[in-house]
């Protein structure tokens, strides 16, 4: 009995390996460009491959290199000449690459309005850092040191 198992099992062996064969065998007719399959070709170079484009900004993705969320920092779309918004507040959502933002018109460098507006478009992927316009001297809080008076005052009277 045993015999006999070790006979199918050979014949078993036997009719896999003849497979296996047979399919290499047809797979060498199907790819005739390469030489062996373990060895991957380099992919054609072809004369009208273009260089990758960088993907382009939408207001969010500039504003979170900036300190404070670009709060206070001059923000324009590309295609903008002589606009910008200055922006004033930004609501963001959990991703931190969508959400609101709100700020003052500039034109020419002047503010065009004096109440911050809503900036619409802030999704698209056109926007873009303006580095000429600094971060506006009105917009940052003004920190100064209380005097004290009170100790002088008690000085002169002793």
């Given at each position: 009995?045993?015999?006999?198992?070790?006979?199918?099992?050979?014949?078993?062996?036997?009719?896999?390996?003849?497979?296996?064969?047979?399919?290499?065998?047809?797979?060498?007719?199907?790819?005739?460009?390469?030489?062996?399959?373990?060895?991957?070709?380099?992919?054609?170079?072809?004369?009208?491959?273009?260089?990758?484009?960088?993907?382009?900004?939408?207001?969010?993705?500039?504003?979170?290199?900036?300190?404070?969320?670009?709060?206070?920092?001059?923000?324009?779309?590309?295609?903008?000449?002589?606009?910008?918004?200055?922006?004033?507040?930004?609501?963001?959502?959990?991703?931190?690459?969508?959400g609101k933002a709100w700020g003052i018109v500039?034109?020419?460098?002047?503010?065009?309005?004096?109440?911050?507006?809503?900036?619409?478009?802030?999704?698209?992927?056109?926007?873009?850092?303006?580095?000429?316009?600094?971060?506006?001297?009105?917009?940052?809080p003004k920190v100064t040191a209380p005097k004290?008076?009170?100790?002088?005052?008690?000085?002169?009277?002793?």
């Amino acid at each position: 009995m045993t015999s006999l198992a070790s006979k199918a099992s050979q014949n078993q062996y036997q009719t896999l390996g003849l497979l296996r064969l047979s399919l290499n065998f047809l797979k060498s007719f199907s790819t005739t460009t390469s030489a062996s399959p373990s060895t991957p070709t380099p992919a054609p170079a072809s004369s009208s491959a273009k260089p990758k484009r960088r993907k382009k900004k939408n207001l969010f993705e500039v504003a979170q290199f900036l300190p404070n969320w670009g709060v206070g920092y001059h923000m324009a779309k590309t295609h903008w000449a002589n606009v910008s918004y200055e922006i004033t507040k930004i609501n963001l959502y959990k991703d931190g690459k969508h959400g609101k933002a709100w700020g003052i018109v500039h034109k020419d460098g002047l503010p065009a309005t004096d109440a911050p507006r809503k900036i619409s478009g802030v999704h698209k992927r056109c926007w873009r850092y303006i580095p000429s316009l600094s971060k506006s001297v009105e917009s940052t809080p003004k920190v100064t040191a209380p005097k004290e008076i009170a100790p002088t005052a008690e000085v002169q009277a002793a």
